[in-house]
């Protein structure tokens, strides 16, 4: 989708959005929403992933397709019989971590996600935003580092399966 129309709208099943670094978070984190999360990976074919999540009380099942700002991505809701199933098919696949919900200017919402395990030490934000022209104007907070929406080493799928990047 990388030539999709800067001024459309996010038509459904599909997501915009920017992935930063984060060195040092908000002062003030245990004050915002979060939970736990689990996520593992069913099926990777280059650019499809199928991936199972478990984020709170609820466990979805998601498909995504595409690469860095703009993919293709439908979710299902899925009750906890069929979460535990499919997730014995993601082992070597996996990653947890906390995700925080942090209110951001222009009624955005920033996702800060704390990896943990052998990925513990690693934070990175995500925006998504109604349209490509939103998030190429967007500008970032101070506390966000480095931009690696573009960065495939970045990506949930391959910190799943490679581990921190180098």
């Known amino acids: 989708m990388a030539g999709a129309r800067e001024d459309v709208d996010v038509p459904s099943g ?3 959005e ?5 060195e040092q978070p908000p002062p003030d984190l245990d004050a915002c929403p979060h939970g736990e999360i689990e996520q593992g990976y069913v099926a990777l074919d280059g650019e499809v992933e199928v991936r199972v999540r478990r984020y709170g009380d609820q466990a979805f099942l998601t498909i995504k397709s595409g690469g860095d700002r ?3 991505e439908e979710e299902f809701e899925i009750d906890p019989r069929r979460f535990r199933a499919l997730w014995s098919l993601t082992e070597g696949r996996r990653i947890q971590k906390t995700r925080y919900l942090i209110p951001a200017m ?6 800060l996600d704390v990896y943990q ?4 030490g690693l934070l990175t934000a995500e925006i998504e935003f ?3 022209a939103a998030a190429a104007a967007f500008t970032p907070p101070e ?3 480095a931009d690696v929406t573009d960065d495939p ?4 799928k391959r910190l799943a399966t490679e581990g921190l990047p180098a």
């Open 14 to 16: 599909v997501e915009i």
């Open 18 to 22: 920017r992935k930063f670094l984060v």
């Open 70 to 72: 703009v993919r293709l």
């Open 106 to 111: 222009g009624g955005l919402r920033i996702e």
């Open 117 to 120: 395990g052998a990925l513990a």
């Open 130 to 132: 109604d349209s490509s």
């Open 143 to 145: 506390w966000l580092g």
């Open 153 to 156: 080493r970045y990506k949930n």
